[in-house]
Nanobody, 126 residues
């Protein structure tokens, strides 16, 4: 059973930066694609970014492209979401998700992921 634990959320002013981390508890982290999603009380969970199981491909929603960067450190079994130029509309609970094990990439639907973290709150003040 895989467990995911996010950290790094908090309160930041518009224009600021945060880096979210997601630690994967399994031994075969390299076999999993990792995704980031976010959710507010007013909206359904939406795709933010994902990185392929081998780290060779990354995908972003249009709303964060150019501002957010997804990455992974296989030695630390950790995925990251670097968020720059934050806007108030980025305020949400951010979740990491894992799909695998297996060679997958490009998944943007929450239904495609097998495991989820508990979420971390990001609040951007104007």
């Amino acid at each position: 059973q895989v467990q995911l634990a996010e950290s790094g959320g908090g309160l930041v002013q518009a224009g600021g930066s945060l880096r979210l981390s997601c630690v994967h508890s399994g031994r075969m982290f390299t076999g999993y694609s990792m995704g980031w999603f976010r959710q507010t009380p007013e909206k359904e969970r939406e795709f933010v970014a994902s990185i392929a199981w081998n780290g060779e491909s990354t995908y972003y929603s249009d709303s964060v492209k150019g501002r957010f960067t997804v990455s992974r450190d296989n030695a630390k079994r950790t995925a990251y979401l670097q968020m720059n130029s934050l806007k108030p509309e980025d305020t949400a609970v951010y979740f990491c998700a894992a799909k695998g094990p297996g060679p997958t990439w490009g998944m943007m639907s929450s239904d495609e992921y097998d495991y989820w973290g508990q979420g971390t709150q990001v609040t951007v003040s104007s």
